[in-house]
């Protein structure tokens, strides 16, 4: 049994960044992920941030990862159980890591959990032929192991996710055939992104959705059909795509089953990316001693996650009696709320509002 | 619909067809967890991140009302959350 003040859950911008405000302000840490590395989705991420200077734009998100995971590995009160995930969360503090071969008990008077998000997925024909994947999954593969699973892509959704995928695909010498999305116009992604990879020559179609892939026992050819305005396939707009990997950027999940077992209160908000438990800005959930903070809380990005940690850990730590710098605090929720203020986190501030104005707010 | 619901997977872990959900859905069975319990949605290793959201869907376009407003037992979710062999319930680990 493992002893400490905090545990963290998941070693991403969010967690590494709320262990680092818990063991600054002189609470012991103990910080749980399922990977061997620190970092979570920024190991992946090989081009450089937007956003601010001092919360990492121009840097590569991998090179991000790597200085924070030096200020974490070198924390006198940071103590990383890597390998482990999370299989149990009760109400009396205890939780459960585990690997394949053995658990951890862990006993803590606080937890942050910065679990993250799951890729979505949607329906189409034969969607579980091998090719069909994630488009985080191709990044993990190609950015993080060198490993190509493709040749020929079709990516599915205009996000972020799927622009920057169809970018680093290029870069790596692959095929992109095109980027289909079934709304009307660019998904979440940054214009200058998506300007560049079409100039490079990926068409981008929008009103358009996939409905099947078909091959003999992998991915050989997708099928993609034009939508009107209610979303129905328009017949005789059929399309085939020789490709094999179809990249499904459709769309994030917060993981909240973590929330849900702990008896944390989890409310359906779409404009979050699904359920979410109930939290304030400073990461507080309706369980007094779990928090949360970004994507579990609601699917964002780096930026929104490094500070919805850091004001996550401040407040767990200050709740436990250590001493914590209140301007620092209002100063984190005012950059919050100034980089909100862009157009692109317009969906988040709204599911944000609907959150907190309901029976708990 | 162009597609065919035979041929559409909902749940990757334990191979339930759209066509099965929507005939256990015609048959009665309305709400998350009924279906769970009888095509094993939700149960195999990923614990539902692939086929919670596409059911749950497919409740809403039945019952006409949005996800939010589905009947969901909060409490549904119990350790362990992710697949977990015996042995590793056997051996604690000592840190």
Redesign the interface.
């Known amino acids: 049994?493992?002893e400490v003040d905090v545990l963290v859950v998941g070693g991403g911008p969010a967690g590494m960044n709320a262990a680092l405000a818990v063991a600054d302000a002189g609470a012991t840490v103990l910080l749980v992920d399922r990977f061997y590395k620190l970092g979570g989705q920024l190991v992946k991420q090989t081009h450089k941030f937007f956003g601010w200077a001092d919360r990492g734009a121009g840097t590569r998100g991998f090179h991000l990862a790597e200085d924070l995971a030096q200020k974490v590995k070198s924390h006198p009160n940071i103590?990383l159980?890597m390998g482990h995930?999370?299989?149990?969360?009760?109400a009396d503090g205890t939780y459960?890591a585990?690997?394949?071969?053995?658990?951890?008990?862990i006993k803590a008077k606080k937890a942050i959990m910065c679990t993250g998000a799951?890729e979505?997925?949607?329906?189409?024909?034969?969607?579980?032929l091998p090719g069909v994947m994630g488009a985080g999954a191709v990044q993990t593969l190609m950015n993080e192991y060198g490993v190509m699973p493709g040749q020929r892509y079709l990516i599915v959704g205009s996000g972020n996710v799927g622009v920057i995928l169809a970018y680093q695909l290029l870069q790596a010498g692959a095929q992109v055939d095109a980027i289909v999305d079934v709304l009307p116009k660019l998904g979440g992604a940054y214009w200058v992104h998506a300007a560049k990879v079409q100039r490079l020559g990926v068409p981008l179609l929008l009103r358009r959705t996939i409905?099947?892939v078909y091959g003999d026992g992998r991915v050989e050819k997708a099928v993609t059909?034009a939508v009107d305005e209610r979303f129905e396939?328009v017949?005789g707009t059929?399309m085939e795509h020789h490709v094999d990997v179809v990249a499904l950027a459709v769309g994030l999940?917060p993981?909240a089953?973590?929330f849900?077992?702990a008896?944390v209160?989890?409310?359906?908000?779409?404009e979050l990316g699904?359920f979410v438990p109930w939290h304030d800005e400073l990461g507080h959930t309706t369980c007094p001693d779990i928090y949360v903070a970004e994507d579990a809380g609601g699917i964002e990005e780096a930026t929104t996650a490094s500070l919805g940690g850091t004001l996550a850990g401040l407040t767990a730590a200050k709740e436990l009696g250590y001493p914590v710098d209140e301007k620092a605090v209002e100063q984190y929720l005012k950059s919050l709320e100034s980089f909100r203020d862009s157009s692109l986190s317009q969906k988040v501030k709204e599911g944000l509002n609907k959150l907190r104005s309901g029976e708990h707010a | 619909m162009v597609m065919d619901p035979k041929k559409v997977i909902i749940c990757r872990c334990e191979d339930v067809t759209l066509e099965e959900v929507r005939e256990a859905i015609k048959n009665g069975y309305t709400s998350w967890d009924e279906i769970k319990r009888l095509l094993r949605v939700g149960m195999g290793p990923c614990g539902g991140k692939t086929c919670k959201m596409l059911v749950l869907r497919e409740l809403a376009a039945f019952h006409k009302k949005p996800i939010e407003k589905l009947p969901i037992r909060p409490t549904a979710v119990r350790p362990p959350l992710r697949s977990t062999p015996f042995r590793a319930f056997l051996k604690e680990e000592e840190l």
């Open positions: 049994m493992i103590r159980l995930e999370l299989i149990g969360a009760y459960i585990a690997t394949w071969d053995a658990h951890v008990k799951a979505r997925m949607i329906t189409f024909e034969n969607n579980d409905t099947g059909v396939p017949p059929e999940m993981l089953d973590v849900q077992a008896g209160k989890t409310v359906y908000v779409p699904g």
